[in-house]
């Protein structure tokens, strides 16, 4: 499993940003895996944000997120992605995307390098 985000940038508050993730090792672990988005601020824990489960039919919001963000996959691609919609400059941080097994709650074991996303006020 290699998790590669992008996707990240600057935005001003209420835009939108699509993250992509791509799992470059085997597809056959990506459409049996869990994964997920988590956030993380300097000198703060990282943060749930998003998951998913395999088969794209569950998906779990933190609170802060629900409404505005929207968490997809398409295992025939490898890819995850993130749908951020409505954006607040509480939304800065490195975002994060991670591969696990089990559902509800899922256990993470592979995660990206992050991608950063500012929002500006």
């Known amino acids: 499993v290699k998790l590669v985000e992008s996707g990240g940038g600057l935005v001003q508050a209420g835009g939108s940003l699509r993250l992509s993730c791509v799992d470059s090792?085997?597809?056959?672990?990506?459409?049996?895996?869990?994964m997920g988005w988590f956030r993380q601020v300097p000198g703060e824990d990282r943060e749930f944000v998003a998951s998913?489960?395999?088969?794209?039919?569950?998906?779990v919001y933190a609170d802060s997120v629900k409404g505005r963000f929207t968490i997809s996959r398409d295992n025939a691609r490898s890819t995850l992605y993130l749908q951020m919609n409505s954006l607040k400059s509480e939304d800065t941080a490195v975002y994060y995307c991670?591969?696990?097994?089990?559902?509800?709650?899922?256990?993470?074991?592979?995660w990206g390098q992050g991608t950063q996303v500012t929002v500006s006020s």
């Open positions: 991670a591969s696990g097994s089990n559902w509800r709650p899922v256990t993470y074991e592979f």
């Open positions: 998913i489960k395999w088969s794209g039919e569950d998906t």
């Open positions: 090792g085997s597809g056959r672990t990506f459409r049996t895996a869990s």
